[in-house]
């Protein structure tokens, strides 16, 4: 069964375009991290959501936590072709003895 | 200075052969771990570990073993490899005193291994 569920799995749009990836689960998290990895390298933290209904931003994304901790979403405002990647959702349950759960992720690339 | 750094960047090997892989990290954190990414790019849990506590997924065959020979280091072993070994392994560390709080995972570069 897999607990978190990420769309799209593939993404690919123009420069300057906005976009958003959802990362979806009938079960609640403690917390909830995005990751981003390029390839032949280790994923790389990008945030973690705590509360329910927080929203962290970072320059030009938005990360926002479900009110029931169940459910997360990145926004990127006016994509850029560094922005191309694998963005991954990663959540953890309860004590979190069992490490991240990891969702599948999105291949997003960006054109020029 | 890297990280957490792994060896191999790359393993090719036969079916039934014993291998290593292995992780250290040099930013004096407690907990460390081993995921397995698929190629579908699927990452999975597979051992979380501390001085006091290891945690095993009930899903990583017991061909399977971490070693630690320092709080620094976390070595995979694998025994007889088969064929749906093959993925890239990754290792990471964070400073939490248990596996699995909510401190940040610095993963290393991967390992892919390929059994032929």
């Known amino acids: 069964t897999q607990l978190l569920e990420q769309s799209p799995q593939f993404l690919s749009i123009q420069e300057g375009e906005n976009l958003t990836v959802y990362c979806n689960s009938s079960s609640v998290f403690s917390s909830l991290q995005w990751y981003r990895q390029e390839p032949g390298e280790g994923p790389v933290l990008l945030v973690t959501v705590v509360t329910g209904g927080e929203v962290k931003k970072l320059k030009r994304l938005t990360f926002q936590f479900g009110d029931a901790r169940k459910d997360s979403s990145l926004h990127i405002t006016a994509a850029q072709p560094g922005d191309t990647g694998l963005y991954l959702c990663?959540?953890?349950?309860?004590?979190?003895?069992?490490?991240?759960?990891f969702g599948k992720g999105t291949h997003l690339i960006i054109q020029p | 200075d890297t990280a957490v750094s792994q060896t191999p960047k790359y393993l090719v090997t036969q079916m039934g052969n014993d291998k290593s892989i292995k992780c250290e990290q040099n930013?004096?954190?407690?907990?460390m771990y081993w995921y397995k990414q698929d190629s579908k790019k699927f990452l999975k849990i597979m051992f979380s570990y501390n001085n006091k506590e290891l945690i095993i997924n009930e899903t990583v065959p017991n061909r399977f073993s971490p070693k630690s020979p320092d709080k620094a280091h976390l070595n995979l072993h694998i025994n007889s490899l088969e064929l749906g070994d093959s993925a890239v392994y990754f290792c990471?560390?964070?400073?939490?005193?248990?596996?699995?709080?909510?401190?940040?995972?610095?993963f290393g570069p991967g390992t892919r291994l390929t059994v032929l």
């Open positions: 990663a959540g953890l349950q309860g004590g979190g003895a069992d490490g991240l759960t």
């Open positions: 990471a560390s964070s400073q939490d005193s248990v596996p699995g709080g909510t401190d940040t995972q610095y």
């Open positions: 930013l004096g954190h407690d907990t």
